[in-house]
């Protein structure tokens, strides 16, 4: 199968385009206050609303124009993340362009999900199950992102790579190539013959296997073949709420399983992990697997910022010894990605391009006057590395981004006498010293750094030393405090009540039924950190700022001892 994208969908994106038919004026904004909602993806169906005929996003004033394809009878739908979707009554195009002011309610919060091991994968059957309403949410991020592949609407500046990997994923070698602005993603694969050396006539050698696009699993085609099911997060999705998405039937066909995952916060789609499945049997001695991140921007296109498809390289080992049969071994893996961003951005091909999880250091010759550092930022709370952390020197003059395995590779023309900086929001929370580092690394050598966040116990013997028995040290509670944009909220209150039974100290009662408050004022990027709470605690967190609503969430402190829990402000 390999997964072709579904030219069905895109020619209906295109339609978007045509001009030969009625006009229809979209005007979208907020529900209850009036204000216009840019970047969501208003379409025009078929009057039985089943059938898109174009689309496009609402601008800064939150218009939009579309075309019918003639006189008729059409509906008006407008979709964004974190709001309902708006559906119009029938309209009816005639010679006059018809104005549609459609009113965008808040979405409710996704259903409970269930630990992955309870789950049980069923056919989507709409809204009103926990995968139904994951569905909904996903499917309005996964229609935007394939509107804006197929109608080009974000030029891209893209860097593509193509790797052979070790058996432990360590890069052999590795070609690297620019695309500027480009109209959409390229849809890279691997063929049979770069990853079987023996090339047998069990497969033919034309066959390529790509990463999935959003058309694809969007389709009726692959969503009536798959059975669904909502999960928690756990590993390096701790926290993300998932879809998770296996082919509803055995058959012998390669397939596609996996994974959906979406912020619970904000709704908003993350990223797709996904394995192939059934592939021909000297396939099956690794995962054949990728992955695909998903990034919204400001005037509401998406686009996947970062992916890749990883498959075993294998040879086919034949014996002397006529009692042992020939078998396939393993040699390492190819894998083909690239990253992508908005033309213009700015990025280089070396540091945008390394998305291979776990990959080793490769100690590839540098110029004469050419200096570089590499590194890996692990997260012990987690026990994964580190993602997403912007590495910088000179005040972010050179700057990088670790991996999904957590490291980083950044060179610089001559000598490095600075301080090398690490950001990200887990690093300044728990205030790792290591984010700072002085380095000296004279031209033409190498140079290497570590930032580690402790483990939560380490954490909070460091933050917040012994509790009042002196017994292990005190509960942490930390996180963040914005506004409905996402952004900070400095010089908030924060504060944590909840009742004790008792007290011990020394063997002996030495109190009951006590109040206990932790507080705390939020720093200038909102984030906070408050000691001294009590293991398995009932708390009330509340935070509070000048001429809004107290903030209220009920919690319990974990096992852990560490509670991280973030504050969101709604639009007043």
Not at 44 to 58: H, K, N, V
Not at 422 to 433: C, G, N, S, T, Y
Not at 530 to 543: N, P, Y
Request: charged fraction near 20%; hydrophobic fraction near 40%; proline fraction near 5%.
């Amino acid at each position: 199968m390999h997964l072709r994208s579904i030219l069905t969908i895109t020619a209906l994106f295109l339609a978007g385009a045509r001009t030969s038919a009625q006009e229809v004026r979209i005007e979208v904004f907020e529900a209850g206050t009036g204000q216009p909602i840019v970047g969501a993806n208003v379409s025009l169906y078929d009057s039985a609303g089943t059938i898109p005929l174009g689309g496009g996003f609402s601008d800064q004033n939150g218009r939009t124009e579309l075309r019918g394809q003639g006189k008729g009878a059409y509906r008006v739908k407008a979709d964004k993340v974190g709001y309902d979707t708006w559906t119009s009554v029938q309209l009816l195009l005639g010679e006059k362009s018809v104005l549609v002011r459609a009113a965008m309610a808040p979405t409710r919060n996704p259903s409970t999900v269930v630990a992955h091991n309870e789950t049980a994968c069923q056919l989507l059957t709409g809204p009103g199950t926990a995968a139904g309403d994951l569905w909904a949410e996903i499917r309005k991020a996964l229609t935007a992102s394939a509107m804006t592949e197929a109608q080009g609407l974000v030029p891209l500046d893209v860097d593509i790579y193509e790797r052979a990997l070790d058996r432990n994923l360590g890069i052999v070698a590795e070609h690297v190539e620019q695309r500027p602005r480009i109209a959409r993603r390229p849809a890279l694969g691997i063929s049979w013959d770069q990853i079987d050396t023996t090339r047998r006539g069990d497969a033919s050698s034309t066959e390529v296997y790509r990463a999935p696009d959003a058309a694809t699993i969007l389709s009726d085609q692959f969503v009536k073949s798959h059975c669904y099911a909502a999960i928690r997060g756990y590993g390096a999705e701790m926290g993300l709420t998932g879809l998770e998405f296996k082919p509803a039937r055995v058959a012998g066909l390669p397939e596609l399983t996996g994974v959906l995952w979406l912020d619970p916060k904000d709704n908003t789609l993350r990223s797709l992990n996904f394995d192939y499945i059934n592939l021909p049997i000297p396939l099956r001695v690794a995962r054949t697997t990728g992955r695909l991140e998903f990034q919204q921007l400001p005037s509401g296109q998406w686009i996947v910022p970062r992916w890749y498809i990883r498959m075993p390289r294998v040879v086919r080992v034949a014996s002397n010894d006529p009692r042992i049969p020939s078998h396939d071994s393993l040699l390492g893996y190819q894998e083909v990605g690239g990253a992508a961003r908005p033309a213009g951005s700015g990025a280089t091909a070396r540091n945008a391009s390394a998305t291979t999880e776990n990959v080793a250091d490769v100690d590839s010759p540098s110029t004469e006057n050419h200096s570089s550092i590499v590194g890996v930022v692990f997260d012990s709370t987690t026990g994964r590395a580190l993602p997403g952390v912007i590495v910088s020197l000179a005040g972010g003059k050179f700057r990088t981004t670790t991996n999904s395995g957590g490291r980083f590779e950044l060179t610089v023309d001559g000598a490095m006498n600075d301080t090398l900086v690490f950001e990200h929001p887990r690093l300044k929370l728990f205030r790792v010293p290591e984010r700072k580092q002085i380095i000296s690394i004279p031209p033409g050598a190498r140079g290497q750094a570590l930032v580690l966040v402790p483990s939560y116990a380490t954490l909070r013997g460091r933050l917040c030393g012994r509790n009042e028995t002196g017994t292990e040290a005190q509960g942490l509670m930390a996180g963040y405090v914005v506004d409905a944009a996402g952004k900070p909220i400095g010089g908030a209150h924060v504060w944590a009540s909840w009742e004790i039974n008792w007290v011990e100290q020394n063997g002996r009662l030495v109190s009951t039924n006590q109040q206990r408050t932790v507080e705390t004022n939020t720093n200038s990027d909102g984030s906070y950190l408050m000691c001294g709470l009590t293991r398995g605690a009932q708390i009330t967190a509340k935070v509070g700022i000048a001429g809004r609503n107290t903030l209220e969430d009920r919690l319990v402190v974990p096992a852990t001892l560490v509670l991280e829990h973030d504050f969101r402000f709604g639009a007043r």
